[in-house]
T-cell receptor
């Protein structure tokens, strides 16, 4: 049973470009969570989605960030007009239900130059 | 506001030297407390979930315990391959997010 898959694993963007991060949950999991890990800081929750629905986006910055989990295909975290402060590791997690433990992917390391 | 504090920040042990990591938390209604292991450059790996005070879970050299205010991760006779950052997180009844501590970086030397 494949785990949570994320791609790309490493992404370099220049300031002002767009970053698109993809996450495929574990088989049988329909709940997806995105977290961000800044250098020297802990993991911070960003958004929780189910298929075609955003359930909780309380941790998402108000501007430039958006997330989706379409009926078909992976979940996408999009960052528009990236700035240097967006450089971080972005992790996706999935679970079969909101009350179960969350299983994390390997992360996408975004570097903004 | 939910808060998770882990101590110590870093811990160095000799192989075979048992110790405990601490996770203190405040949360308005605990749904679950989670322990993860994270190796450099990788995603967190799930270890345990604890739901109520008094609960204990074990896996190989690791044992997690829970009280109403804190959780301990006991490491018995650690080996170098146990070296990693150990993360504690809480989930409140009212939400879905995991609220993580900053972790304890464990180094086990031969």
């Amino acid at each position: 049973n494949a785990g949570v898959m994320q791609n790309p694993r490493h992404l370099v963007r220049r300031r002002g470009q767009e970053a698109r991060l993809r996450c495929s949950p574990m088989k049988g999991h329909s709940h997806v969570y995105w977290y961000r890990q800044l250098p020297e800081e802990g993991l911070k929750f960003m958004v929780y989605l189910q298929k075609e629905n955003i359930i909780d986006e309380s941790g998402m910055p108000k501007e430039r960030f958006s997330a989706e989990f379409p009926k078909e295909g992976p979940s996408i975290l999009r960052i528009q007009q990236v700035v240097r402060g967006d450089s971080a590791a972005y992790f996706c997690a999935s679970s079969p239900d909101s009350t179960y433990e969350q299983y994390f992917g390997p992360g996408t390391r975004l570097t903004v130059t | 506001e939910d808060q998770v504090t882990q101590s110590p920040e870093a811990l160095r042990l000799q192989e075979g030297e048992s110790s405990s990591l601490n996770c203190s938390y405040t949360v308005s209604g605990l749904r679950g407390l989670f322990w993860y292991r994270q190796d450099p450059g990788k995603g967190p790996e799930f270890l345990f979930t604890l739901y109520s005070a008094g609960e204990e879970k074990e896996k190989e050299r690791l044992k997690a315990t829970l009280t109403k205010k804190e959780s301990f991760l006991h490491i018995t006779a650690p080996k170098p391959e146990d070296s990693a950052t150990y993360l504690c997180a809480v989930q409140a009844n009212s939400g879905y997010a995991l609220n993580f501590g900053k972790g304890t970086s464990l180094l086990v030397t031969p």
